[in-house]
């Protein structure tokens, strides 16, 4: 029975790859990619960012509230079941070298949806050539952009794909420092942090699935490999 199980296992993980399993099961295998999505007021892609390079430090902190009183009789405690606040921490490089961002717009996203996990590679993506420096001011471009209004006049939505730890969230900015130092060569670097104020799927409707993200993110990685590679022949 156990031979059976892990002959399957072997089999569906040799099919779909690492970023598969995580799709499939989301609370059982980690995948190393983060990224940003801003939604409009109709549940519509208006940005989309995946790291290129993952942070060098990334950090969730739960904490948990509740009501302790002592009473007459004991200790009473007093629980709350809604979503807490999570407090979300990161910082890293993108380098200076050029990066390859795989763009593709909300009716893309929704096309690549639409094609299944499987069939990423089919899709044709817009490409975007940037540099360490670039890819920072594309955070910083989001982080704005999710505070202004859409073109229907409503709040946008600001999704965080992390599932290096298992989550996914709608977030608000708290802090953005964007910094340059003697003692990193004066490489741009960005530490950040966010609110989570609700968990994906208790939020969002519309909003691009784990197995979509997924794909766009192993396109981008298939694409700069190639563009790295190149450079190399080239050099």
Do not use: W
């Not at 939505?157 to 708290?174: D, E, M, S, T």
């Not at 766009?216 to 694409?223: C, T, V």
């Amino acid at each position: 029975m156990a031979s059976n199980v892990l002959d399957l296992f072997i089999e569906k993980a040799g099919a779909v790859g690492k970023a598969g399993m995580t799709a499939l099961y989301p609370d059982e295998f980690e995948y190393y990619l983060v990224a940003f999505e801003i939604l409009d007021s109709q549940g519509d892609t208006v940005n989309y960012f995946s790291f290129p390079v993952m942070p060098a430090s990334l950090k969730e902190s739960h904490h948990e509230i509740n009501n302790v009183k002592k009473t007459a009789g004991g200790v009473a405690v007093i629980d709350n079941g809604t979503f807490v606040p999570v407090n979300i921490s990161m910082a890293g490089t993108f380098g200076r070298s050029f990066k390859v961002l795989a763009k593709a717009s909300n009716e893309g996203l929704k096309n690549l949806r639409a094609l299944g996990f499987n069939n990423f590679h089919n899709f044709e993506f817009n490409t975007l050539l940037k540099k360490g420096y670039g890819c920072i001011k594309i955070i910083e471009s989001i982080k704005d952009q999710s505070k202004q209004l859409d073109s229907y006049d409503k709040p946008h939505k600001l999704i965080f794909y992390n599932p290096v730890q298992g989550n996914n969230y709608l977030v608000k900015f708290v802090d953005f420092v964007h910094y340059q130092d003697m003692a990193n060569n004066m490489i741009p670097r960005y530490e950040l942090s966010l609110k989570a104020i609700g968990r994906l799927g208790e939020e969002g409707e519309g909003v691009l699935d784990l197995a979509a993200n997924l794909g766009a993110s192993m396109a981008q990685k298939h694409i700069q490999k190639v563009f790295s590679d190149t450079l190399k022949i080239l050099r």
